[in-house]
């Protein structure tokens, strides 16, 4: 959430964010450190070897679990053959994009190199996670939760669970990471997924045909009669999946930061890069284990079998294995109402408090007056100056050597332009980085447009967005009787199906250069992206972070970078972290209360 500072209609709002303005002050605030090596490791979830993306050696990645206004330092280290950015999906990196881990903030880490994040979750709660940014990094893996908990003085706005499991779900290739870039560089399409992992891996053999004998799959043990909090994350490539557990109900409780209207449901549609709790009681009578599943979505033919993540839910008394078939997933594969509709049904809990103790809903979105409007329509990948590559209003981003807000900072100009249209055009579609001049303290509307027959995902940095509405066919200014001005709720990615747009608000109160982007990967890497710049006009220092002493320089800027000579060399990367930082190693963490350092 964002740290509510409503300029644009503070008559009808009431001001929900008492300390905001006192500048960069952390003092106080616990710090929690971590030091990351990111290698290669090899694995076989679907039972072909391959190099998946490993952080200390895990894979998924550890967790990094903290609390409302803790101070996060993450030290990372470059084992990959190749440049690297983590982003923090969902956690806003308030008045800092200098930490947001994008390449249009940040330089990527040099192979060999290692380079340490700085941040505050400042004013957020909720369940997100991190992943390598560039390259298509994530399809190989090097994603990871990262939980942001409420302070003990918050209520939270049902009991305290007895525990926290993190399950990832995605799509995967047979093939690694730098195969499908090839491809896409060829101009093919991926195809269809080898299968679905659950926390990094395989199914459970629910059908032998399916799956073949001797993939490991994920367990999750609980005891009888307890309630968990599920965190659930597609991390996947580009498919949506439906997620269920046989014979339980998921309690929808919390999305991307914001504590939703508790329903039950089913199943669940998650798209890429989507992040939900679900509270589940283990109120059956453990007969069997159940099985977890996650299968591809709005998909026909019989490729797509394999297309199903299972794990397996094991109760302390379980008398047995699962069996049988899965779960029925929703039978409405050319009908995709019922998926729109559930996506409707997800609202906000306007009475609940979320990192302040001030109920969620005292920010009033619906009565704030837009001030500036953007329709973004995605078309189905086009072929400019003879490559395949993926639009938003005819523009393919490309991104430049040097880092935007870097080229801001030492005035270098040229590096892209603010003139990102703000309706689709009918002009050729042209390779640009261009970029959408936000208006510090506005109040902005985008509109997706899906032109494209597949459904996408969208999602904003350094933001959470109201998510007001959504409906098939094309979106017009009438469209704007249909929104939910009043429990709408708030997150940073969301799904667009085809033939269907979607319509978020934000309060554009986060200055810095903010990247919008489709999150289904192989659209991303054709250049279905752009930035939000935010500046604010006044000359201040108040309202964005200084440029990191630590910034890693690049592009138009590489003459500033001093060489990072101990690590560049062919490197054991362990030993190396090892002697690097003496003290810290794997997943573990340490807390202090150090005085501010700013
Ligand atoms: C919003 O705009 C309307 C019409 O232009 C105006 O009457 C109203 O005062 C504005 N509201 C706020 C909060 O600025
Ligand atoms: C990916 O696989 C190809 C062979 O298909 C191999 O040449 C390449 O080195 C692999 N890349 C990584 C990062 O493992
Ligand atoms: C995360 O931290 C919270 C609060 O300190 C704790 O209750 C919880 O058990 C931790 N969860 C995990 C998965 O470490
Ligand atoms: C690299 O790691 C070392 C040792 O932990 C640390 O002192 C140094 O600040 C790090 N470098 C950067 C650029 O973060
Ligand atoms: C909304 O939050 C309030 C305050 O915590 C809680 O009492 C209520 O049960 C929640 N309502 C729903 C429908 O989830
Ligand atoms: C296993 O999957 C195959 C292929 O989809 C299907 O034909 C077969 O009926 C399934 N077997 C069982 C036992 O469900
Ligand atoms: C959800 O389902 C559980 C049973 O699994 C039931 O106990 C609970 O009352 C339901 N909650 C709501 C809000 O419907
Ligand atoms: C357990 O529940 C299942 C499904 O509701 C039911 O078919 C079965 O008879 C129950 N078994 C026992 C031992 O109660
Ligand atoms: C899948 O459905 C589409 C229509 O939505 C149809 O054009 C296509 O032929 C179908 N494919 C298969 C394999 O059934
Ligand atoms: C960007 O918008 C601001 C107002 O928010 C305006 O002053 C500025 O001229 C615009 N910049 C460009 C390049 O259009
Ligand atoms: C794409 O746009 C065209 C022109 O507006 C429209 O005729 C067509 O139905 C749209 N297709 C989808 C899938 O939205
Ligand atoms: C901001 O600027 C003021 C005046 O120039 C200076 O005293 C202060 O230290 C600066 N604060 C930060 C956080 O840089």
Redesign the pocket.
Known sequence: MACWRPAAAAAVLTLVCGAVMVGFSSAGDPFAFF?WNVAYMKASPLGVEQQVISVNGKFPGPVVNVTTNWNVVV???NSLDEPLLITWDGVEQRKNSWQDGVLGTNCPIPVG????YQFQVKDQIGSFFYFPSINLQRAAGGFGEFTVNNRPIISVPFDTPHGDISIFIGDWFNKNHTDLRKELDQGKALGVPDGVLMNGKGPYRYNSTLVPAGIDFETINVLPGRTYRFRVHNVGIFTCLNFRIQSHNLLLAETEGSYTVQQNYTNLDIFVGQSYSFLITMDQNASSDYYIVASARFVNGSKWDKVVGVAILHYSNSKGKASGPLPDPPNDVYDKTYSMNQARSIRWNVSASGARPNPQGSFRYGSINVTQVYVLKNKPPVLIDGKRRATLNGISYSPPETPLRLADQYNKKGVYTLDFPTRPGTGPPKIATSVINGTYRGFIEIVFQNNDTRVQSYHLDGYAFFVVGMDFGEWTDNSRGTYNKWDGVARSTIQVYAGAWTAVLVSLDNVGIWNLRSEDLDSWYLGQETYISVVNPESTNRTEMPVPD?A?YCGLLKDKQQD?SP?AQGLNSSSV?KS???ILLGAMMLITTLPAFL
């Open positions: 030091d030290n990372v280290l190199w290692n380079w340490t630590n890693l990072q690590h972290l690097m930082s003496g």
